[in-house]
């Protein structure tokens, strides 16, 4: 089984005069993808592979520099539940095994009386456009799936508004996987540890290097390759459970790199949630799972990655 490809041509950022023929095919790929593999690369989207060498550019310089000087923008910092920077082993994506071998900085809210990192001009600017393209293109993505699934096209997209604020927990993660002396790592430690994402869908954005990894259904791992110009798109949990596991919700990991490998490996990761007051309950009206609010539902999940207090 392979990870398929979507093609949006006519659909970009900057297009929606697609024909209702044409439309209706793309519902009817995204769905296939969603329903059997959870996992959907999409290409000519209109986000360019030059925009995301860019971000991992920047990001590459503030991953770069001393830990002392990234410390004051750790994510505990501020008053905020995830907007900033997460060092080297802090989170363990699946809590059976040892922290992460990876680092990253989360931007959720785009107000510039935050904090930011300072030794990096263009960071936050960076970031910020790009939080918005990810934003735009997700909106068109959340708008097919509902079509897709034959309801209101606006079932999704209408607790999706207001991404970037306060009151909703999307968030643009950059990460940096530094080189790994595999028989240094500890047992069991991964990059990035087999878990499924908690939120509505997921952008991925990788580097060349690679590395990620997809559970089929037929519960073997398949590689999901770096693919220049694409976006990597996946249903999250709150999804799956929205939809009455008509999506799939895939595990995913990143392992470590075969011994005497000392690349670094970077990615980009837009993980958009529902706004943090809408109730999430079945679209289908079976009740198969209680209403559940989606702040509460995600303050739970994180709760598990950053280890319980
Ligand atoms: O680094 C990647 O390619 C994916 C990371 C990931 O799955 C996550 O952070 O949820
Ligand atoms: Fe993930």
Sequence with gaps: MEIPIVNFEGYTLEESNISSQD?????????????????????????????????????????????????????????????????LERERLNPQRPGDLKEAFNTRLLQPDIKWPEN????????VSFFMRCKDLSLKVLKL???SLGLDPD??????????????????????????????????????????DYGSITLVFQSPEGGLEVLSRSGEY?????????????????????????????VHRVLLPPSGNSNTR????????????????????SNKYPPVNSVDYLMERFKESYGRK
């Design 120 to 127: 990096v001009p263009g960071f936050r600017e960076k970031q």
């Design 266 to 285: 970077q990615s980009l990761a837009f993980f958009v949630h529902p706004d943090d007051e809408a109730l999430i309950t079945c679209c289908d009206g």
């Design 222 to 250: 398949i590689s999901a390759p770096y693919i220049p110009g694409t976006a990597l798109l996946n249903i999250a949990d709150l999804m799956q459970r929205w939809t009455s596991d008509v999506f799939i919700s895939a």
């Design 145 to 147: 799936m509902g079509r």
């Design 23 to 87: 439309l209706q095919k793309l519902c009817n790929s995204l769905k296939t993808a969603f329903t059997e593999v959870g996992f959907v690369y999409l290409k000519n989207t209109g986000i360019t592979q030059h925009e995301v060498d860019e971000v991992m550019k920047i990001s590459k310089e503030f991953f770069d520099l001393p830990a002392e000087m990234k410390l004051p923008l750790s994510r505990s910092t501020y008053n905020d539940p995830n907007h900033g920077w997460v060092s």
């Design 155 to 196: 079932v999704f997209v209408s607790a999706h508004k207001y991404i970037g604020t306060d009151k909703n927990g999307t968030t643009l993660r950059t990460l940096y996987y530094p080189p790994v002396q595999s028989d240094h790592a500890k047992e069991g430690q991964l990059r990035c540890g087999e878990h499924s």
